[in-house]
């Protein structure tokens, strides 16, 4: 079945140290996104990208880095530099010619800070 | 820039009751989509409804439909015959089709179907 995988579900981590969340899609869709849910605020973007080897910052983009070095992957490290970290990550996909303009999403990573 | 806001963060119903969820937008685009999307407690957001900005028709999905005022900047999402599978957080969404086509959410409207 196509979709999008998360991995990990659940990840706690302490104070100091970078964590990366995996992220991939066998959609065979060029554009993928991160997004940082927080109760009340919505879904704000951290990153996406649109072609393997380019990725632009979104509006959330201090204290996490990206990269895409494959079609299918997109991780996510949040780095210990990100003062609240304690968060729900969603990674979502889509073709890049927006077409109908649907976002595919994981079923996300929360991410806990002791 | 352009904002999505949603201004219930939560609503109830009734079993097999109809339900209203408000969104407006603030945009200068003339081209744009808008969407509603669903996060059950299982958190995987999929797709409700999709509205283009340039068909006047308001789009329909089973129960669920939409009313779409382009003028006013409004769309919201009309629940018919209410199930308790509805129950979810619902997220309106703007998605710009000039240049980034960037996604703007709004802060969503956490619905409790009761039976």
């Known amino acids: 079945d196509g979709g999008i995988t998360q991995s990990p579900k659940y990840l706690f981590r302490k104070e100091g140290q970078n964590v990366t969340l995996s992220c991939e899609q066998n959609?065979?869709?060029?554009?993928m996104y991160w997004y940082r849910q927080d109760p009340g605020q919505g879904l704000r973007l951290i990153y996406y990208s649109q072609i393997v080897n380019d990725f632009q910052k979104g509006d959330i983009a201090e204290g996490y880095s990206v990269s895409r070095e494959k079609k299918e992957s997109f991780p996510l490290t949040v780095t210990s530099a990100q003062k609240n970290p304690t968060a729900f990550y969603l990674c979502?996909?889509?073709?890049?010619?927006?077409?109908?303009?649907?976002?595919?999403f994981g079923e996300g990573s929360r991410l806990t800070v002791l | 820039a352009q904002t999505v806001t949603q201004s219930q963060p939560e609503m109830s119903v009734q079993e097999a009751e109809t339900v209203t969820l408000s969104c407006t937008y603030d945009?200068?685009?003339?081209?744009?989509?808008l969407f509603w999307y669903k996060q059950p407690p299982s958190r995987q957001m999929i797709l409700v409804i999709r509205q283009e900005a340039y068909k006047q028709q308001n789009a329909t999905e089973n129960r669920f439909s939409v009313n779409f005022q382009k003028a006013a900047k409004s769309f919201s999402l009309k629940i018919s015959d209410s199930q308790l599978g509805d129950t979810a957080m619902y997220f309106c969404a703007f998605m710009s089709l000039s240049g980034t086509y960037k996604y703007i959410f709004g802060t969503g409207t956490r619905l409790k179907v009761l039976a």
């Open positions: 979502a996909s889509s073709p890049w010619d927006p077409g109908t303009g649907e976002l595919f």
């Open positions: 945009t200068s685009e003339s081209n744009y989509y």
């Open positions: 959609l065979n869709h060029d554009a």
